[in-house]
């Protein structure tokens, strides 16, 4: 089955600086990536995601990238805020498997301010 | 448009007594999932309904946890009886094809 993996699991980066966080998939059917932003006592919210048919995907501050070859996709948060600061889970689903969605561990983020 | 709902948002019980959880998914979306998460880890699938139908269970205790989603609407999760191990945030998400959207979740403690 799916196997997702997520580095890195902690990172603190300055306000205003930019953050990277990287995740690798195992399963090359794998068709469908979902970013989910998790602070503290509170609900997963899905941020941005992005289909095997293109390769970013922007959104104001957020970006995705997906390497369908290497199998691997990472988040890219610029100009970063406090209010950025949260758990991240990558996540990913493919039609082979009926569409379940597996998360990565998840990266803490922390903005300095 | 309102979100997942989800009760009770935070239940203790001691160890061998049961305990149910309740879901309301976001109007007009067939598919319902309960994903359990342990502290500093993501969410992990129990079980995913497409409607009424439960598609995958695989991940689910079924010696002791059971779901149902009678009217394809609502769901309630529960378990019986609680061990230590199943405290954790239960969390209910909803959605439509892949892509899904999360309720506040419920914490249990086990005591």
């Known amino acids: 089955g799916e196997n997702v993996e997520q580095h890195p699991s902690t990172l603190s980066v300055q306000e205003g600086d930019s953050a990277v966080i990287k995740c690798t998939y195992s399963?090359?059917?794998?068709?469908?990536f979902p970013w989910y932003k998790q602070e503290l006592g509170k609900r997963p919210q899905l941020i941005i995601d992005?289909?095997?048919?293109?390769g970013e995907k922007k959104d104001q501050r957020i970006a995705v990238t997906l390497n369908k070859t290497a199998k691997h996709f990472s988040l890219h948060i610029t100009e970063t805020q406090p209010e950025d600061s949260a758990v991240y889970f990558c996540?990913?689903?493919?039609?082979?498997?009926?569409?379940?969605?597996?998360f990565g561990p998840g990266t803490s983020l922390s903005v300095i301010p | 448009e309102a979100g997942v709902v989800q009760s009770p948002r935070y239940k203790i019980i001691e160890k061998k007594q049961p305990v149910a959880f309740w879901c309301n998914p976001i109007s007009g979306h067939n598919t319902l999932y309960w994903y359990r998460q342990n502290l500093g880890q993501g969410p992990e699938l129990l079980i995913r309904?497409?409607?009424?139908?439960?598609?995958?269970d695989s991940q689910l205790p079924k010696d002791r946890f059971s779901a149902e989603r009678l009217k394809g609407v609502d769901s309630t999760l529960k378990i019986q009886p609680a061990e230590l191990g199943d405290s954790a945030v239960y969390l209910c998400?909803?959605?439509?094809?892949?892509?899904?959207?999360f309720g506040p979740g419920t914490r249990l403690t086990v005591l």
């Open positions: 399963d090359s059917a794998s068709n469908y």
């Open positions: 996540a990913a689903s493919s039609k082979t498997s009926y569409d379940k969605v597996i």
């Open positions: 992005i289909r095997s048919n293109v």
């Open positions: 309904y497409e409607n009424e139908e439960a598609v995958d």
């Open positions: 998400a909803s959605g439509v094809a892949d892509t899904q959207y």
